[in-house]
């Protein structure tokens, strides 16, 4: 984000964010949201971690109600990762506990605003009461048509791959595909959630700068914003921000022609294959 629009960003209260965010248009399709900081955020005031937690699922409900009136049309959240399952199993009891409390707590507010509900991941390695619970939410909230709110539990994004790989392999075996013919289609069809569109927005709390496993093959092309706010403190300010600055990017997807870089859109598209005068423009040195 450039400086200046920063500043004028950090300016406007909340009411005219939202006001700009949504006048400046191109709002982001699908978020994605690495939920990171309960942890810190406990100890930081000597409370237990599963204490942030809980905390945390304020900030779950805010982000839901926000970006349902943004129009966001699909919320992914990093509910549980493939590693999680490496925490204390007293931490990670709690971690289902608490998740089929929220499902419980939350699944009429979640109708009211016509939320749909999904779950990607690893569904079958989860406690079986906190998968009932999930599919239970999911059944009951299956014929909305507002945003769409996909939990990523048991999740990670390598071994997600890995499946669709042995997918790949196994219909190859049968002669079903010709392994020549493996297209990114066929990889996306081994995905937990095929049919969702790649994130157009990824951010992460805590002031992490990584991507920790999550959507690694549909994040390809997506927009990543760091935010030092803890996941628990994590408010509808926080969220325009990150949209505000998505919509100050220049997402070209590797094309030169549909960015807005100065020297790229004086090139003619006939110099394009001009090697020496890439070099000079480039300082590359034979």
């Not at 390598?158 to 075996?173: C, K, N, S, T, Y």
Request: with cysteine; hydrophobic share 45%; proline share 4%.
């Amino acid at each position: 984000m450039l400086p200046g629009w920063q500043a004028e960003l950090d300016a406007l209260d909340d009411a005219g964010l939202r006001e700009l965010v949504r006048a400046r248009g191109n709002i982001p399709g699908h978020v994605a949201v690495i939920m990171d900081g309960n942890g810190r955020w406990a100890k930081r005031r000597h409370l237990p971690r599963v204490a942030g937690h809980r905390a945390g699922r304020h900030a779950v409900r805010r982000t839901v109600t926000a970006c349902g009136e943004l129009g966001i049309k699909v919320l992914s959240l990093y509910t549980f990762s493939q590693e999680n399952w490496k925490r204390p199993a007293a931490e990670v009891r709690a971690l289902w506990a608490f998740l089929e409390e929220t499902i419980a707590a939350e699944r009429d507010e979640l109708a009211a605003r016509r939320v749909r509900l999904i779950c990607t991941g690893d569904l079958a390695a989860i406690p079986v009461q906190a998968r009932d619970a999930l599919a239970r939410a999911v059944d009951s909230l299956a014929a909305n048509d507002g945003l769409v709110l996909n939990l990523a539990v048991a999740y990670g994004g390598r071994q997600e791959i890995v499946r669709a790989a042995a997918r790949i392999a196994r219909l190859a075996r049968e002669g079903r595909l010709e392994p020549q013919r493996v297209s990114e289609a066929d990889v996306r069809a081994g995905l937990w959630s095929p049919d969702l569109p790649d994130p157009d927005l990824v951010i992460r709390t805590s002031g992490e700068s990584r991507l920790s496993n999550f959507l690694l093959w549909q994040s390809a092309y997506a927009e990543i914003h760091v935010t030092a706010v803890l996941w628990p403190d994590f408010g509808v300010r926080d969220l325009l921000m990150a949209v505000a600055d998505y919509q100050g990017r220049d997402r070209r997807f590797g094309d030169v022609r549909a960015g807005t870089d100065a020297e790229a859109d004086r090139t003619p598209i006939s110099d394009a294959s001009d090697a020496s005068r890439w070099k000079r423009l480039l300082k590359v040195h034979p």
